[in-house]
């Protein structure tokens, strides 16, 4: 079993930055691939980047140059760096983590960015 637990969301403005974190609960963290989604109203969630166990990383087109997904496996973490936020941005923020058996998702984590 693995549990995620997000923070770092908020209210920022427009080219402003975030920085979201999920901490990880299991002994499984350093091999499984680590994401994160986003689901803004009325809209499917989506892929925003992913971090693979050896550390490579993949990002929607959108957010490429402007996000940054890390992982740090000694603290059983995983962060996606958000810079120049865009209104488009807005939506809540899921982490994910997959163990090449199953899915698991932590309660997500509201992103607003203002115009």
């Known amino acids: 079993q693995v549990q995620l637990v997000e923070s770092g969301g908020g209210l920022v403005q427009a080219g402003g930055s975030l920085r979201l974190s999920c901490a990880a609960s299991?002994?499984?963290?350093?091999?499984?691939?680590m994401a994160w989604y986003r689901q803004a109203p009325g809209k499917q969630r989506d892929l925003v980047a992913d971090?693979?166990?050896?550390?490579?990383?993949t990002y929607k087109d959108s957010v490429k140059g402007r996000f940054t997904i890390s992982r740090d496996n000694a603290k059983n973490t995983v962060y996606l760096q958000m810079n120049s936020l865009k209104p488009e941005d807005t939506a809540v923020y899921y982490c994910?983590?997959?163990?090449?058996?199953?899915?698991?998702w932590g309660q997500g984590t509201q992103v607003t960015v203002s115009s």
């Open positions: 299991g002994s499984t963290f350093r091999r499984n691939r």
């Open positions: 994910n983590a997959f163990d090449y058996v199953r899915d698991y």
């Open positions: 971090i693979s166990s050896g550390g490579t990383a």
